[in-house]
């Protein structure tokens, strides 16, 4: 699924610049807890994140995540904003609950991590 | 190639610009992905187990062409029961530290998961050492 479907269909808003909106996303992984994104292998994969701060960003460049999507309607401030650019990651912003993204993005044909 | 880097205690703006250094480093070198992978997630992870616990330190990185040994030497509190921290799901994490996302007590799990050698060198009240090696060959 590419980066701009996923945009959307989560009534989303990219934020800052973004990767190739062409850029092909095949699995998701929900998670608020930023040690458990750290133990799986995330290549393809979206992070749905309710964590809005520069850790998040951190933890995805470590993962080799190319996309975060933050939910919950929370706002990504300039620092995130820059360092999401820095990163080389796409950051897109969603009013819904991540159980509602997760429930649209599942159904959409994304697939868990297991 | 050696790098040094400080850890200020408690900076979570600035945690992890280290490993995101060493990173970018490990890309230009032409170390194998999977190898950068697991190296960065090792030293993210003790990068941050030094801010959220500890009262400040250094990372020493070497790169050579066989391994990476990471060293993260911190000025306390010290691990009081090390089989305890090296329990999945066990954490002394603070609210401020899971307010970050940390804190599931899978930091020193995950970096032994991810390295070919760890060694923990603890004294309470004086600090820890961890000694990470990722062998490339």
């Known amino acids: 699924m590419k980066v701009k479907e996923i945009v959307s269909l989560v009534a989303g808003e990219l934020v800052g610049a973004a990767i190739d909106p062409e850029y092909e996303i095949t699995k998701a992984f929900a998670s608020d807890l930023m040690s458990d994104v750290l133990r799986f292998s995330m290549d393809d994969t979206i992070l749905i994140t309710g964590l809005c701060n520069n850790q998040t960003l951190r933890t995805a460049e470590m993962a080799d995540l190319r996309v975060v999507l933050i939910g919950r309607d929370k706002q990504p401030d300039e620092d995130m904003i820059e360092l999401a650019e820095e990163s080389d990651i796409t950051l897109i912003k969603s009013k819904y609950s991540l159980f509602k993204l997760s429930g649209i993005l599942y159904d959409a044909g994304l697939k868990p991590l297991y | ?137």
Request: overall charge negative.
């Open chain 2, 1 to 137: 190639m050696h790098y040094t880097f400080t850890i200020e205690q408690g900076n979570f703006t600035d945690a992890g610009q280290a490993s995101s250094s060493v990173k970018r480093t490990l890309k230009q070198l032409g170390v194998d992905p999977a190898n950068i992978k697991r190296t960065v997630v090792a030293l993210f992870e003790a990068e941050i187990n030094a801010v959220a616990h500890a009262y400040g330190g250094t990372i020493d990185v070497d790169i050579d062409d066989g391994k990476i040994v990471m060293v993260v030497a911190d000025q306390g509190p010290g691990i009081p029961n090390i089989d305890l921290a090296m329990q999945e799901g066990w954490s002394t994490a603070s609210a401020k530290v899971r307010e970050m996302g940390y804190g599931a007590g899978m930091g020193l799990p995950n970096i032994k998961k991810n390295t070919d050698d760890l060694k923990i060198d603890t004294k309470i009240g004086v600090g820890t050492t961890l000694t990470m090696t990722v062998n490339l060959v």
